[in-house]
């Protein structure tokens, strides 16, 4: 039985590797397009369950993680910027403002026909951020595919104000605590395993 990442995110990877155990990396078939009147929360929720079954389908051994992230601002779901100019218009209508991070896990032992599904909530504060500022952070750090243009766990700690929130990795892309605890659940804890 292996671990494995259905995801081919740096930063899920990175979060990951704190357990220091191996685990595989496969990329998942998913279309991430809301549906219509999807909320924030059904969404990642129906999208890290895509994303992991896509991938335990071909992997029926082995224990699969699927995660996915949105975040909300003004009840609105802010997605990845793709470009520079997406990522400034992002941060400069996000400061001084409170955005909602939902991020969901999905973990699967097909052969076992264990699932669970569930949603992390976190919440940041942007500090009053200037242009100046703001283009600066996205010139150095490029965040044009992270959710509301920033990465929190890098030079993006300076555009907040506060964190609230149970697990700092959940606003990076990936709950590890939770992870944890349905981990053990399925008989795999990374404490015990070499």
Not at 139 to 144: G, H, I, S
């Amino acid at each position: 039985m292996k671990l494995i990442l259905a995801s081919t995110s740096e930063s899920r990877k990175k979060i990951l590797k704190k357990f220091a155990l191996p685990f595989d990396c496969v990329a998942p078939q998913c279309d991430e397009t809301p549906l219509p009147n999807e909320s924030a929360i059904d969404l990642v929720l129906r999208l890290s369950q895509i994303k992991a079954e896509s991938v335990a389908a071909h992997h029926p051994n082995d224990i699969v993680i699927g995660s996915d992230q949105v975040g909300v601002l003004d009840g609105k779901i802010i997605g990845k910027p793709h470009s520079t100019d997406n990522a400034i218009a992002q941060l400069l209508n996000s400061s001084g403002k409170t955005f909602y991070f939902y991020t969901g896990l999905c973990v699967i032992h097909q052969s076992s026909q264990q699932i669970t599904t569930l949603y992390e909530p976190f919440k940041v504060t942007f500090r009053q951020l200037t242009l100046a500022e703001i283009e600066s952070y996205v010139q150095k750090e490029r965040p044009l595919q992270c959710a509301g243009s920033f990465k929190c766990d890098e030079l993006g700690i300076t555009l907040f104000e506060k964190f609230e929130g149970h697990d700092i990795n959940a606003l990076v892309g990936l709950p590890l605590i939770k992870l944890n605890q349905i981990l053990i659940q399925m008989g795999f804890n990374p404490l015990l395993l070499k």
